[in-house]
Each structure stands twice: as C-alpha cells, then as structure tokens.
C-alpha cells in the first residue's frame, strides 16, 4: 500500500524546496490583472546524498523502478525547528518528478540526487496537524468566501480576524462556500447563547452539523476540524439547517474564517 511505503534514504540537509504554482494569472481587457485558483500549488523537494556506497545506490534505483508510475511517502525529518531546538518531522505523499542522478564519484561511492514532486490527492502516513505544530494559514471570510441568500458582514472583536458574516439561518439553500488549496482544515467560530446549528461539507460530502450554541458567549475557536485530506484544491460548504440547540435564544449561523494546513 503506496501510503505505508515510505522512502528508504535520508537526504543531506539542508534541500531544496521549489514550488509550482498554482495560481492563473492574465490581464483583463481593461489592463487589470485577475487571478484565478486553477490547483493546489506543489511543492519540490531535491534531494542529494553525497558519497553513498553502492547498497543506497542500487536501493534508490529499485524503489524508482518500483514506483516510477506510482506514488509513495517521504520523512522530511528536519521540516522544522522547534523553540527547544529539536526538529519536528512530516510526512509528504510524493511522486518521482524525473529519474534519479547517479554519479560514480570514487571507488563503491556515489552521488545520488532524485526530485520528488507532492502527488495531489494521495493518502498520507501522517497528516499535518496544527496541535503538533505544522503551519496553516487563515482565509477569513472577507477573503475568499463565496456566500448564498443572506449573509451580513458584521464586525465582532471576538470572531476570529475581528469580523465574520452571519445567516438567520431559516433558509435551508443558504450557505457559505470557502475554496482553498492545501491539506486539512479546522473551522473557526465564535458561540454563544443566541447561535444555531451549521452544516458543514467538505468537496459536497456532508462531515455532519456543528452547533454554535453556548451558555456563554466563547471567542473563536476551532468549532471543526478535518484533518486527513489529501493534498488538493478543496471546497468547504458552511450550508443553514433552520435549526437550533433547544437551549438557543436564536438561530443564526456564522462565517468566520478557515484555518487550512500547508
């Protein structure tokens, strides 16, 4: 199984580490250049090892014949330092982006260089989780929100990037629509006493309802996360239910901002 075969050698530090990009950009026919989010952007990772004896060298070019139309996974046991100082490892899902270098350099040495290039939509051996410190970036929802029926921006020190839209939540084919690029997400929100219950659904598949309803009004916070996707371009749909805890003074639904791991 391509998602446990993990990749025998490890690489001299520091790599490099391209991307591709995944962002069209043209001009429009007024002069003004527009952007579109075409695919989730990739990243290369180039790998030497230096002064390998022969056993590595004849390992790497059985695991490219091995995978050569396929996919595996690769430790980047150095992806980053952490405020003690010890390195936090991460697993990436990867492709051979061309056949390796092999390089005679001395007797039974060799040097070994192999490009490997992120492989959209493949399983992970382990996926990236803010909790053990891998990086995200936020969309918040005046950023890339895409929205349907009645959605009023409303500026709120305890949402998460200080403003949010909100729903009345009494129409079900209401519903906010975030597009990114990346791996897994966790959703942000505020609850409260006056909050109601939000489907959410990820790419059209529902990962079921969460209720903004608290006794006390919370500053935003994680309300979902779904962290085990595949590297890809991905929609997450905040879809109203006209539905609420018993205990809710109201329903109204919110669009605060979507924490996305990179």
């Given at each position: 199984?391509?998602?446990?075969?993990?990749?025998?050698?490890?690489?001299?530090?520091?790599?490099?580490?391209?991307?591709?990009?995944?962002?069209?950009?043209?001009?429009?026919?007024?002069?003004?250049?527009?952007?579109?989010?075409?695919?989730?952007?990739?990243?290369?990772?180039?790998?030497?090892?230096?002064?390998?004896?022969?056993?590595?060298?004849?390992?790497?070019?059985?695991?490219?014949?091995?995978?050569?139309?396929?996919?595996?996974?690769?430790?980047?046991?150095?992806?980053?330092?952490?405020?003690?100082?010890?390195?936090?490892?991460?697993?990436f899902?990867?492709?051979?982006?061309?056949?390796?270098?092999i390089?005679l350099?001395?007797?039974?040495?060799?040097?070994l260089?192999?490009?490997?290039?992120?492989?959209?939509?493949?399983?992970?051996?382990?996926?990236?989780?803010?909790?053990?410190?891998h990086?995200?970036a936020?969309?918040?929802?005046?950023?890339?929100?895409?929205?349907?029926?009645?959605?009023?921006?409303?500026?709120?020190?305890?949402?998460?990037?200080?403003?949010?839209?909100?729903?009345?939540?009494?129409n079900?084919?209401?519903?906010?629509?975030?597009?990114?690029?990346?791996?897994?997400?966790?959703?942000?929100?505020?609850?409260?006493?006056?909050?109601?219950?939000?489907?959410?659904?990820?790419?059209?598949?529902?990962?079921?309802?969460?209720?903004?309803?608290?006794?006390?009004?919370?500053?935003?916070?994680p309300?979902?996360?779904?962290?085990?996707?595949?590297?890809?371009?991905?929609?997450?749909?905040?879809?109203?239910?006209?539905?609420?805890?018993?205990?809710?003074?109201?329903?109204?639904?919110?669009?605060?901002?979507?924490?996305?791991?990179?």
């Amino acid at each position: 199984m391509s998602a446990t075969d993990i990749f025998p050698l490890e690489a001299d530090y520091a790599l490099s580490q391209p991307w591709t990009e995944g962002i069209v950009r043209a001009l429009a026919e007024s002069g003004r250049q527009f952007t579109r989010l075409k695919r989730a952007p990739q990243r290369l990772f180039r790998l030497s090892l230096r002064q390998r004896p022969t056993s590595q060298k004849l390992q790497l070019e059985d695991w490219y014949r091995r995978f050569e139309r396929d996919f595996f996974n690769w430790r980047h046991a150095v992806w980053q330092v952490k405020p003690d100082g010890s390195y936090l490892e991460r697993y990436f899902a990867v492709e051979f982006a061309a056949p390796p270098d092999i390089e005679l350099v001395a007797n039974e040495s060799y040097d070994l260089e192999a490009t490997l290039i992120e492989a959209v939509g493949r399983s992970l051996y382990a996926y990236p989780d803010p909790a053990a410190g891998h990086p995200s970036a936020f969309q918040e929802e005046t950023a890339a929100t895409r929205t349907q029926g009645t959605w009023t921006a409303a500026a709120d020190p305890s949402a998460h990037g200080g403003s949010e839209r909100q729903n009345p939540n009494t129409n079900t084919t209401d519903f906010a629509l975030w597009v990114y690029a990346g791996y897994g997400f966790r959703l942000w929100s505020r609850r409260g006493p006056g909050l109601g219950i939000a489907e959410v659904l990820l790419d059209e598949a529902s990962l079921g309802t969460v209720d903004l309803y608290a006794a006390q009004a919370t500053a935003g916070q994680p309300v979902l996360a779904k962290l085990d996707v595949p590297l890809g371009l991905h929609r997450v749909k905040l879809r109203a239910t006209n539905s609420k805890n018993a205990a809710a003074t109201a329903q109204t639904i919110l669009a605060d901002a979507l924490e996305v791991m990179i």
